[in-house]
């Protein structure tokens, strides 16, 4: 590669200059926007080694960058980076990632599951090394292809000669970084959704799906609305209600859905942080009174509460997240969710349910929080499941079901 030096040159100072703030692809993003002279193949690889350092997590963080960055690209086996390489690395350079990880552990006495600090907060169901190790590797991109959609899709893409493979008839995963908006119509057609995000759809459907009349369903954190353009293609009568904490969510929220044609729903901005102050069991404030407001004597079938959570099962999309975490934002987080699900539920009819979702791996957001909604709020868990994605270049998830009482 003619310009390796000056790329590696290029993302340590991006590296040095970035400090988490925003997320690494719109850093990137603003850092080209000002710097014109970086092609489109120069940013591709300028990028992809500023992702290769991040994807290290807390591993090596005492080296220098430069060197940080090309530990990361030994590992991950790029190829097209072996100009960069003396001999002792490149006679080391394995197909076999373990006989790689073996070398770097020797060379620097480090062992490579410091990737990932924060073991002991894991989920049980989490296998150890695996999860560790899926954070050198870029998931694939998945999209949910929409009802009445599947053959106009599939045929659209057999003509742009894009590949993908066939998970389900709902689901396609692609090499990540493939271009689908000029071929397909996102929203209409299609909407980008992890694997384990579109399998969610089975809590959504399990309990009410032999309804006749009318399924009232409340997302009520919708965020860009994922969750709730997959409830209203899984449930038939559906009478959605969709809220979120900011008006510039709502806003792009409801642009979001109109591309989807969907029409006939309530949008509404809801502050579902008041309530129990968990960490001391004292009553704040019940609930928001705007949202009493906007809910006047509304119960619901189902709602769907894919809370705010640290997105810990999704940082091998975005390592940064990882690199800058901050080990007391699971409390703060674990808190967080258990105030939103307190309010939620006085809105769930009796029968009705609560799906509650992260996509998080620590047990303190996902079992723990279940515990407390059936010890404290006096739910009953009909199922829940750890959906794994580590072993399937997906994100990994977490759902949860619960019934209120006859």
């Keep these: 590669m003619k310009y390796a030096k000056q790329y590696i040159k290029t993302a340590v100072e991006f590296i040095q200059n970035y400090d988490g703030a925003v997320p690494l692809n719109h850093y990137l993003k603003s850092k080209f926007s000002i710097e014109k ?12 080694l500023c992702y290769a350092y991040f994807r290290l997590g807390h591993f090596l963080k005492d080296i220098n960058e430069e060197e940080r960055v090309k530990a990361a690209l030994f590992l991950l086996g790029s190829e097209e980076w072996k100009v960069l390489f003396g001999e002792d690395w490149l006679l080391n350079w394995h197909p076999d990632i373990d006989k790689r990880i073996t070398f770097i552990e020797e060379k620097y006495h480090q062992n490579i599951s410091a990737i990932f600090p924060l073991q002991e907060e894991l989920s049980d169901e989490i296998d150890k090394q695996p999860f560790i190790l899926s954070h050198l590797t870029q998931p694939s991109l998945f999209i949910r292809v929409r009802p009445g959609k599947h053959d106009e899709v599939e045929a659209k893409l057999l003509k742009a000669n894009i590949s993908f493979t066939k998970i389900t008839s709902d689901c396609l995963a692609f090499k990540n970084g493939t271009k689908l908006e000029d071929v397909l119509e996102i929203n209409k057609e299609y909407v980008i959704q992890d694997m384990n995000s579109q399998r969610v759809g089975e809590f959504m459907k399990s309990k009410i799906e032999n309804q006749k009349s009318k399924i009232k369903v409340w997302d009520c954190c919708a965020a860009s609305g994922g969750k709730a353009i997959m409830a209203y293609d899984l449930i038939p009568q559906i009478q959605l209600s969709v809220s979120d904490i900011r008006p510039s969510i709502i806003h792009n929220l409801n642009n979001r859905l109109k591309e989807a044609g969907i029409q006939n729903y309530h949008s509404f901005v809801a502050d579902l942080s008041y309530g129990r102050d968990v960490s001391s069991d004292q009553q704040i404030n019940k609930t928001s009174s705007h ?53 939620v539920i006085p809105f769930i009819k009796r029968g009705g349910h609560l ?3 992260t996509c998080s791996v620590f047990k303190k957001e996902n079992e723990e929080v279940v515990e407390f909604i059936e010890k404290q709020l006096g739910l009953n868990l009909v199922k829940m499941e750890l959906l794994k994605g580590y072993d399937k270049r997906a994100d990994t998830l977490f759902a949860a079901l619960f019934t209120a009482g006859q």
């Design 37 to 48: 002279k970086y092609g489109s193949k120069d940013r591709k690889y300028i990028s992809h």
């Design 291 to 343: 949202l009493f407001t906007q809910l006047t004597n509304q119960l619901f079938d189902l709602i769907i509460c894919d809370a705010p959570c640290t997105g810990s099962g999704t940082w091998s999309r975005t390592p940064e997240q990882l690199y800058f975490f901050k080990p007391e934002e699971i409390i703060r987080y674990s808190n967080l969710q258990k105030k939103i699900t307190s309010n």
């Design 355 to 357: 799906l509650y979702i």
